[in-house]
Nanobody
Framework: QVQLVESGGGLVQAGGSLRLSCAAS????????MAWFRQAPGKERDFVAA????????YYADSVKGRFTISRDNAKNTVYLQMNSLKPEDTAVYYC???????????????????WGQGTQVTVSS
């Protein structure tokens, strides 16, 4: 089993920044793809960003490209999401996800991941 714990959420004004962290424990996440999703009230859980184990490949939702950056520190079993130029529409609960993703499987869908954190609230005020 892999346990994921997110931190770093909070309340920020539009245009501000936040950095989310997701620490993995339990089974090693060596070789795992890690991702961030978000869910606003009354909406589905949407893909935000993903990063391969090597860190060489990253993927972003169009809505966050150029504003958010995903990174990972494999020595610390931690993935980060740096969020800049935040907008009110970024308000959501942000979830960390992890799993081994075979080649050809989409990294942007919730069904790809078996391991999830409990979520951290991000609120952006206008």
């Amino acid at each position: 089993q892999v346990q994921l714990v997110e931190s770093g959420g909070g309340l920020v004004q539009a245009g501000g920044s936040l950095r989310l962290s997701c620490a993995a424990s339990g089974r090693t996440v060596s070789g795992y793809t890690m991702a961030w999703f978000r869910q606003a009230p009354g909406k589905e859980r949407d893909f935000v960003a993903a990063i391969m184990w090597s860190g060489g490949s990253t993927y972003y939702a169009d809505s966050v490209k150029g504003r958010f950056t995903i990174s990972r520190d494999n020595a610390k079993n931690t993935v980060y999401l740096q969020m800049n130029s935040l907008k009110p529409e970024d308000t959501a609960v942000y979830y960390c996800a992890a799993d081994r993703v075979p080649n050809g499987v989409r990294v942007t869908t919730t069904a790809t991941y078996d391991y999830w954190g409990q979520g951290t609230q991000v609120t952006v005020s206008s």
